[in-house]
């Protein structure tokens, strides 16, 4: 077992499992610039370990995060500060990380998510939370816009109509937002993740490129992906495994 920790993350990798915790327990998990750099440092040491198969996120105590820590902000300059500026510096950079990871990654929501803590769980390829767990976008109720990639994630998974109307900022539990789509089952994701851990390398890398390609490329395009994807698939171990299993089961029957 692999574990560091900082001042706003914890890091831990158990059965090829690593586990990264949002830890400002006292402001909800709220994400300032400090946590923004462990983030990303996190991500990206499970992204080349290879000893890690799959990447999940949540937060200490009971939430998973408050959104972007308002007080980190230089407030006695908000005249002159630029919001647009600040993304460019901490969540694009940290969302794009996310959306290249190659591995399964997976959000536990296991209580409140709302603002930019809400968008970091939506670029996760899946989606686990707590039943009274309280998501929301909340980012209109102080006269600012979704982002941290929600415009992005949100319409995919729930529809633009439905995406709209939770970004007018009220909350959802867990239940509703099972329902809608929001996220992919209610609990603790353990089971899930530990079946995670078994999805072959590269196949599962390229179907997650090929699905999320495949929602602006073309047909054509999308099926030249499937054929280079399918290439380095066909030539892994597993597969080559698979097919020699497959065979020999054949065989005894």
Same mark, same amino acid.
């Not at 993350?9 to 327990?25: C, F, G, S």
């Not at 990303?40 to 370990?49: K, L, V």
């Not at 603002?115 to 909340?138: Q, T, Y």
């Given at each position: 077992?692999?574990?560091?920790?900082?001042?706003?993350?914890?890091?831990?990798?158990?059965?090829?499992?690593?586990?990264?915790?949002?830890?400002?327990?006292?402001?909800?998990?709220?994400? @300032?610039?400090?946590?923004?750099?462990?983030?990303?440092?996190? =991500?990206?040491?499970?992204?080349?370990?290879?000893?890690?198969?799959?990447?999940?996120?949540?937060?200490?105590?009971?939430?998973?995060?408050?959104?972007?820590?308002? #007080?980190? =902000?230089? /407030?006695?300059?908000?005249?002159?500060?630029?919001?647009?500026?600040?993304?460019?510096?901490?969540? @694009?950079?940290?969302?794009?990380?996310?959306?290249?990871?190659? $591995?399964?990654?997976?959000?536990? &929501?296991?209580?409140? %998510?709302?603002? !930019?803590?809400?968008?970091?769980?939506?670029?996760?390829?899946?989606?686990?939370?707590?039943?009274?767990?309280?998501? !929301?976008?909340? =980012?209109? #109720?102080?006269?600012?816009?979704?982002?941290?990639? %929600?415009?992005?994630?949100?319409?995919? &998974?729930?529809? &633009?109509?439905?995406?709209?109307?939770?970004?007018?900022?009220?909350?959802?539990?867990?239940?509703?937002? &099972?329902?809608?789509?929001?996220?992919?089952?209610?609990?603790?994701?353990?089971?899930?993740?530990? $079946?995670?851990?078994?999805?072959?390398?590269?196949?599962?890398?390229?179907?997650?490129?090929?699905? #999320?390609?495949?929602?602006?490329?073309? /047909?054509?395009?999308? /099926?030249?992906?499937?054929?280079?994807?399918?290439? !380095? !698939?066909?030539?892994?171990?597993?597969?080559?495994? %698979?097919?020699? @299993?497959?065979?020999?089961? @054949?065989?005894? #029957?």
């Amino acid at each position: 077992m692999m574990m560091f920790k900082n001042e706003t993350v914890l890091y831990e990798v158990n059965d090829q499992v690593a586990t990264i915790k949002l830890n400002r327990p006292k402001v909800k998990n709220a994400v @300032n610039f400090q946590m923004h750099e462990e983030l990303y440092d996190a =991500f990206q040491t499970a992204q080349h370990d290879e000893n890690v198969r799959v990447i999940v996120l949540t937060g200490t105590e009971d939430s998973f995060s408050s959104g972007a820590d308002i #007080k980190s =902000f230089p /407030l006695n300059e908000m005249e002159n500060f630029d919001h647009g500026e600040a993304l460019e510096k901490t969540y @694009n950079k940290l969302i794009l990380l996310m959306e290249e990871i190659d $591995k399964p990654t997976v959000a536990y &929501l296991n209580g409140t %998510a709302v603002g !930019a803590g809400l968008s970091l769980a939506l670029a996760c390829d899946f989606r686990f939370a707590d039943r009274n767990a309280k998501m !929301a976008l909340s =980012f209109i #109720k102080i006269g600012l816009t979704p982002d941290a990639g %929600a415009s992005y994630f949100l319409p995919r &998974l729930v529809g &633009l109509g439905k995406a709209l109307e939770l970004s007018l900022g009220e909350a959802i539990n867990g239940e509703e937002a &099972l329902r809608i789509g929001l996220i992919h089952q209610l609990g603790d994701p353990a089971e899930f993740v530990a $079946k995670l851990v078994h999805a072959p390398s590269p196949a599962y890398s390229s179907m997650k490129q090929n699905m #999320k390609a495949g929602m602006h490329l073309s /047909l054509r395009e999308t /099926l030249d992906l499937e054929v280079e994807g399918q290439r !380095a !698939a066909g030539k892994s171990p597993f597969h080559k495994q %698979a097919i020699k @299993n497959f065979i020999q089961g @054949n065989r005894k #029957k």
